[in-house]
């Protein structure tokens, strides 16, 4: 049986408010990502993933969903979206929707007819409790964008949990009319012939039948999110979720050769039980520890070697580099070592997830108090999500070439130097290092389906195999700004330098990297073992 497609597809996600504008109104929408749809083939990604694109109130920027089944106006309306997934399918792109299941927005009719009235038909649709004996919450459950997770509401005199804002309520998953009726909005979408999901916080899912406390988090540090204060061990990643996780993907096997991506933060061990018994879970639970581990050579190598350790017999294995929660990769790890990132990320075994704007190293930026948008920053100042969600920058011209008006966030001030065309027109680009490793990785099966097999290396080089029986790639990463030397177990040819000037290069059992400098070489075929660097 042949691969399904996103095995070997390279994931690139919009955050739609700020790809691209299409009717002057300073928010991106459908339209204007039709519109750079050439854009996205010629950089060669396989797939789409849009953030959400629902009705919402966007208290939390459309993760809020006051309507499933409609799109939200500042977005377009169903047949823009038809007319996306049309000309996406025509160009060969899959389109991936998000899918927010844990709670809609305090708006959604469901919510409102639940809040009315204990007895309602909709009540258990949400979850509600009693204030504590002797009053106050329920229990100690914290919210991920601050304070308390209970909200008091009148009339009918109870509490309702929400993980988030209190303008998402949870969903009761125990219930198996929310159950059948989420179902069929995944119906919904995946009958127009959308090619999957991302699930939004699905280990939230379920939570503790008991309502026990959460307690205390002894690694707190200061600065972190205050939720962290607790270990969230009756709130979140309950055992009953695998089960919700099993029919979510059996309703998706509905239809064929759709993509089920479960959104998860928890450390590997947990991470990989939601590929599930026998890889009934999620195709691919999100893996974010890129993102969490610092950037350094020896500890990335740890953690892909603890990664594949642990990964369930057959689960494939992904890799994320930046998302619309965490800080823009260019400015956690500096310009120079994006380069280094990008060819981490387009290399290593597994699908690899891009983040629109990375492509080009959008900068996090720094958003003036009076234009914050994001509702974890008015909660929590210092933590928001705004820096990372700036508009695209395409071109020179006014507003980045994104929209004629003013842009909902700022643009990045260097976005005159830094865009899609002066890029496109530099062969040492980020942008066209990103196109040649994406090129390299559809043309090489070494790359797409080779196993992984480190190198031994020490200091600031990332040294691994990727290889099948007739296909053997070398990647030599270096971490830091100093040379590196690394003697290689056979001569090759160098496919591709991050510096962008190294290809057909002969190498004889020694690779000497430039400082921040990525190299893939091909190797000769013949039986080799494993040296170390030096
Ligand atoms: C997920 C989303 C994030 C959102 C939260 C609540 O973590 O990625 O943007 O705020 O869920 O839905
Ligand atoms: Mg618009």
Redesign the pocket.
Same mark, same amino acid.
């Given at each position: 049986m042949a691969d399904p497609w996103w095995k070997s597809a390279v994931l690139y996600q919009i955050y739609p408010r700020s790809f691209q504008d299409s009717d002057a109104d300073g928010i991106g929408d459908l339209r204007g990502i039709i519109e750079r749809l050439p854009y996205l083939v010629e950089l060669g990604v396989d797939a789409l993933w849009l953030s959400p694109i629902f009705a919402s109130p966007m208290a #939390?920027f459309g993760?809020d969903i006051s309507d499933y089944t409609a799109v939200d106006p500042l977005f377009g309306s169903l047949a823009d979206f038809d007319a996306l997934l049309r000309e996406a399918h025509a160009v060969g792109l899959k389109v991936v929707l998000d899918f /927010?299941p !844990?709670?809609t927005s305090a708006e959604h009719p469901w919510f409102r007819e639940s809040r009315a009235s204990r007895d309602g038909p909709k009540r258990d649709w949400y979850i509600w409790r009693d204030g504590a004996l002797g009053g106050g919450k329920p229990n100690n459950w914290l919210s %991920?964008f601050g304070g308390s997770a209970w909200t008091y509401d009148d009339p009918a005199g109870q509490y309702y949990y929400h993980a988030?804002l209190a303008a998402?309520p949870d969903l009761n998953w125990r219930n198996p009319a929310v159950r059948a009726a989420m179902h069929d909005v995944m119906r919904f979408w995946l009958g127009r012939g959308v090619d999957g999901f991302r699930v #939004? /916080?699905i280990w939230h899912l379920i939570k503790d039948d008991q309502f026990r406390d959460n307690p205390p988090n002894p690694d707190f540090c200061a600065g972190d999110p205050p939720h962290r204060r607790q270990l969230p061990l009756y709130s979140a990643d309950r055992p009953e979720v695998h089960e919700l996780v099993r029919e979510l993907r059996s309703v998706v096997d509905e239809f064929p050769e759709r993509l089920l991506i479960g %959104?998860i933060y928890l450390p590997l061990d947990r991470l990989v039980k939601y590929y599930g018994r026998d890889l009934a879970g999620v195709h691919l639970p999100f893996n974010f520890s890129l993102l969490e581990t610092p950037w350094d050579a020896r500890a990335v190598a740890r953690l892909i070697d603890r990664y594949e350790a642990l990964l369930p017999e057959g689960a494939w294995p992904n890799w994320v580099l930046g !998302?619309? #929660?965490r800080p823009r990769v260019a400015s956690r790890i500096g310009q120079a070592q994006a380069r280094v990132a990008a060819m981490l990320l387009l290399t290593l075994r597994g699908t690899p997830t891009l983040y629109y704007g990375d492509e080009i190293g959008l900068l996090q930026v720094a958003i003036p108090a009076e234009r914050v948008q994001d509702p974890?920053e008015k909660n929590v100042p210092g933590l928001g999500?705004d820096g990372c969600r700036t508009p695209m920058q395409w071109g020179a011209c006014a507003f980045a070439g994104f929209s004629e008006v003013s842009p909902w966030l700022p643009l990045a001030e260097n976005f005159a130097g830094n865009n899609v065309a002066c890029q496109g027109a530099d062969p040492a680009s980020l942008l066209n290092l990103y196109r040649r490793l994406i090129g390299l990785r559809r043309r090489r099966p070494a790359l797409r389906r080779g196993a992984y097999r480190p190198l031994q290396a020490v200091g600031d080089v990332l040294a691994y195999f990727r290889e099948t029986e007739d296909d053997r790639l070398l990647v030599a990463l270096n971490f830091d700004g100093g040379r590196a030397a690394l003697t290689i177990p056979s001569p090759g040819t160098v496919m591709l330098s991050s510096s962008g000037d190294r290809a057909g290069e002969d190498v004889v059992y020694s690779l000497t990297l430039r400082p921040h400098e990525g190299v893939i070489v091909a190797l000769g075929l013949g039986r080799t073992e494993p040296t170390s660097a030096n």
């Open positions: #939390d993760y /927010v !844990n709670h %991920e988030f998402q #939004d /916080v %959104e !998302n619309h #929660d974890f999500r």
